[in-house]
């Protein structure tokens, strides 16, 4: 997929306390995706073009220096820029933390910025085991999510896994499965369940009904957070 490499933040969110653990940090929001999530609720950043170059960002970012601890990596998909562990290279140097929001669908390129110790937390998100996957994302990628998962577990990098869910496409049997396949994998710590809020989203959903806080769903290694 064809990313704008002069333009590719679609917007910034100037300050957070909430996108990175226990942090303060700015969201650099990046135009394009190669999913097309059903529930997606930034669709104007999937379909949208971006706004704000590498270097009016690197601007801003640079005065954030001592003001802000991190910056948030986010989007769309932000590792599909081609420019992206450049970019990152350059913040890093700052001596800000890095926190990568992905799909997992570019493991070479995590990898690479693993190996360079450019990033300090990521959050993963895992749509659905692979009987779910096409009809959610519209795309054929749960293997490279899956070695990017391994890639994460294999290496001494803080991460979160995270689902979005709507009651319509994901049941308490899928969760349960999820589980047991991070499980299975080694993952141990939190697990992050985000109910679906109604909004703009890339398809017309009905409403969604918040089922799974009804169920113990904690195991001895994973423990279940709810969000929205």
Known sequence: MKQNVSTPIYSITPFT?????????????????????????????????????????????????????????????????????????????????????????QTKVLEELIQKELIDYVAL???????????????????????SLLLLLQNNIPFEVRTTVHSDLLKIEDIREMISFLENLGYSGAYYIQHFVNGSTIEKLGESFKELEKHNLATEKIKIHFRG
């Not at 948030?72 to 290279?89: D, P, W």
């Not at 895992?126 to 009809?135: G, I, L, S, V």
């Open 125 to 147: 998100d895992f749509k659905a085991m692979p009987a779910n996957f096409e009809k959610i994302t519209r795309s054929n990628l749960f293997v490279p999510f899956a070695k």
């Open 17 to 105: 306390l909430l996108d990175y653990p226990h942090r303060s940090a700015c969201i650099l929001w990046f135009a394009g995706c190669n999913m097309r999530c059903l529930y997606c609720y930034n669709p104007e950043i999937v379909f949208g073009k971006g706004s704000i170059s590498f270097e009016k960002a690197l601007q801003f970012i640079k005065n954030r220096v001592q003001l802000l601890d991190a910056v948030v990596f986010s989007g769309g998909e932000c590792l599909l820029h081609r420019k992206a562990i450049s970019f990152i290279t350059k913040v890093k140097k700052m001596g800000f933390l890095i926190k990568i929001d992905t799909n997992g669908s």
